[in-house]
């Protein structure tokens, strides 16, 4: 029998974040499971309350967005632990990607009966990613994202997309995967564990959590309008076709550029490039559905692959 510390986000998914625990909550109980709620007061926090709850030999779960899953995965794989989630912030991409249900009934069993399956993460100068690490007008995005208090949930992300391609300035970035080195004038950079982000944009259609490398995806500088018409792809995962659009693959990427710009790891800031990404494979102990994405590159394939023109 399982028992079940889990790690609420109070201010996630705009205070909903306790409102979807307690139905799942209620069905772990019911089948006679241990729950305890521990309410965080920042990442720090809930970081701490994760480590302590694995130490003690109890299911870690994430009750949040990304961010959270983020934060509180880092401390489950130092501790050993397993963690479960809870989707419950405004883009939900990490339980996107491993195919987590919302439905409490569902979401219950995968908690009480899922085996827990080894995924990887990202590591970004010391800090856990379950996600995706960027750099770039989706940092710039991300940054509105997290100030736009007033914007209703569903229109957040889209608005702060315009408002980002309307002010950002594509750089120049120096990027290097594995050792392999280039040079492009791009906007964005982003190095994935997971494929999506920006709640639900497939920004990495082919990443797997399982593979043990990262899908580094860079969107070069092209007209606004050319820029557009990529970004509109993101949700189905087409960019990738697009000539503009350069896909690379590794266990560890560097990225810098001319001038500071924003980082940001599972929807929240780390710092300014220049930043260091790698792979972790197999470190975290996850509960979750069976892999739900059909089978991606083998260990054969090469490291470095450019988008078809």
Same mark, same amino acid.
């Given at each position: 029998m399982r028992a079940y510390t889990a790690v609420v986000n109070p201010a996630a998914g705009g205070g909903r974040a306790a409102a979807a625990l307690v139905p799942v909550a209620w069905r772990l109980r019911a089948a006679g499971s241990p729950v305890t709620v521990a309410y965080s007061r920042s990442l720090d926090d809930a970081c701490q309350l994760a480590r302590e709850a694995a130490g003690h030999g109890e299911?870690?779960?994430?009750?949040?967005g990304d961010g959270m899953v983020g934060a509180v995965a880092g401390a489950v794989v130092d501790a050993g632990g397993v963690l479960g989630i809870?989707?419950?912030g405004?883009?939900?991409?990490?339980?996107?990607?491993?195919?987590l249900p919302h439905d409490p009934d569902a979401l219950a069993r995968v908690l009480l009966e899922g085996e827990p399956r080894l995924v990887d993460v990202a590591e970004a100068d010391g800090r856990v990613v379950v996600g995706s690490v960027y750099a770039g007008v989706d940092s710039a995005a991300s940054r509105i994202v997290n100030r736009a208090r007033l =914007?209703?949930?569903?229109?957040?992300?889209?608005?702060?997309a315009v408002r980002a391609l309307a002010t950002f300035r594509p750089a120049t970035y120096r990027i290097s995967v594995d050792g392999e080195e280039?040079?492009?004038?791009?906007?964005? =950079?982003?190095?994935?564990?997971?494929?999506?982000?920006g709640a639900g944009m497939h920004i990495a259609p082919d990443a797997r959590v399982d593979d043990g490398v990262l899908d580094v995806v860079v969107i070069r500088a092209v007209s606004r309008l050319r820029l557009a018409a990529a970004l509109r792809e993101l949700y189905p995962g087409t960019h990738t076709r697009r000539p503009e659009v350069l896909v690379l693959r590794g266990r560890e990427v560097r990225v810098a550029a001319e001038r500071p710009i924003p980082v940001y790891g599972d929807?929240?800031?780390?710092? =300014?490039?220049?930043?260091? =990404?790698?792979v972790r494979p197999g470190a975290l102990r996850l509960l979750s559905?069976?892999?739900?994405?059909?089978?991606?590159?083998g260990p054969g394939l090469p490291r470095l692959r450019r988008a078809a023109k």
């Open positions: 299911v870690v779960v994430a009750v949040g809870v989707p419950a405004r883009g939900n991409d990490f339980a996107r990607q491993v195919g =914007v209703p949930r569903r229109i957040v992300y889209p608005y702060a280039l040079t492009e004038r791009a906007y964005t =950079v982003v190095a994935a564990n997971s494929g999506y982000y929807g929240d800031p780390i710092g =300014v490039l220049p930043v260091t =990404v790698r559905p069976p892999d739900p994405t059909p089978a991606g590159h």
